[in-house]
C-alpha cells in the first residue's frame, strides 16, 4: 500500500465526505471512492459504512484511522525535514538564555551567525530561572541545569569554573580567606537563581562537592550586580570566570584560593524533543559546537 493512499484514506476519515477529501485534494471523486474500495478489498475489511449521502468510519476504520493517521504524520514529518535540509537557513530563531550568557554571546558569536546566514532572524529573549519549564515558544534554550520535562532534550555544551572574588580594597580591610570555609566570616554579595539554596555556596576539594553557607549585605537575581558591587569594595562574589576576567587583569578584582576550589558550572542547551530541528536551528547547534571548539578561551571552560 502507497504512503499516498494512506493520506487519501485519512483525508476521507477526517472529511468524512469523498467529495469534501477529493477537492482537497484535487481529484475526481470517482478515483477516491475508487481508492477506497480497493483499499478496503485489499484488507479485506469495511472502512466506512455508507448510508445514502453519509458516511461513517466502522470499528475497524477508526483503528486503521488511528494508525495510518501517525504513519502520515511522520512521513510528512520526514519530508519536511529533508526539504528543510536541501534549503539555506532562513526565518525566525527563537533563542532564550539567561542575561549575561546573552550578553556574552553578543560581543562574538551573534555577529559571525548573522553574517553567515543573512535570512535568519534571530529572536533572543531573557530567561528567568523560574521559567524554564514554561516556556514553549523555543527553538533553542541556554541553561545551566537540565530541564525537568521529560519531553525536552538537554545537552551539555559547555563547563565554566565558578569561582570566588573581591577588591584588593575588601581584601586589604578584612584580610585574605585560606580556604572556603572562611567565607563563613566575610561579607559574601549573593546571588539567588531560584533553583538553590542562596547561603549555600558549592566548590570543589579532593573531587568532592562541599558547601559554605554563607551570609552579607546583599542579595540579588543579577550575577553583574554582585560583580559591581565586588568591584566597588562591598564583599566577595561567587561568578563564573569569564565573567570577571577583564577586572581581574585589571586588578580590580582578585581570584581568591589562586583559582583553587572553583565549582565546575555546566551549561546545557535544550529543545522539544517532540519535533524535527529546523535547519535554521541545526545550522546555529553546530556553529556554536565549531565556536566553542575554537573559543574555549573566550569562556575558559
Known sequence: MKIDDLALFVRVAEELSFTEAANILDLPQ???????????????????ERT????????QGSQFYKNSKKIVDEYQLAKS??????????????????????????????????TAFPKVNIVNKILSYDQLDQVQDADLIFYPLPPRNTNMVAKRVLTCS??????????????????????????????DNKESDVDKWFYFEEDNVEQVTVKGPFTCESLNLTIELARKG?????????MV???VRSQELVCLFEGR?????PYYVIYHSNSY???????????????????NNVFNC
Do not use: W
Open 261 to 265: 576550589y572553583s565549582y565546575e558550572q
Open 162 to 191: 565558578r569561582r570566588f572574588y573581591a577588591s584588593p580594597d575588601y581584601l586589604k580591610r578584612h584580610g585574605n580567606p585560606e580556604h572556603p570555609r572562611d567565607l563563613a566570616d566575610m561579607h559574601c554579595l549573593r546571588f
Open 234 to 242: 562591598m564583599g566577595v562574589c561567587f561568578v563564573p570566570q569569564f
Open 81 to 114: 525535514s529533508i526539504d528543510d535540509f536541501q534549503k539555506e537557513p532562513a526565518g525566525e530563531l527563537t533563542l532564550y538564555m539567561l542575561p549575561f550568557f546573552a550578553e556574552l554571546l553578543t560581543k562574538e558569536f551573534f555577529p559571525l551567525y548573522l
Open 277 to 295: 530541528m529546523p535547519n535554521k536551528t541545526r545550522a546555529f547547534l553546530d556553529m556554536f559546537s565549531q565556536y566553542m571548539e575554537q573559543s
Open 52 to 59: 445514502g449521502r453519509h458516511i461513517f468510519l466502522t470499528p
Open 245 to 247: 576576567n577583564p577586572l
Open 30 to 48: 470517482s478515483t477516491v471512492s475508487r481508492k477506497i474500495k480497493h483499499m478496503e478489498e485489499n484488507l479485506q475489511a469495511r472502512l466506512f
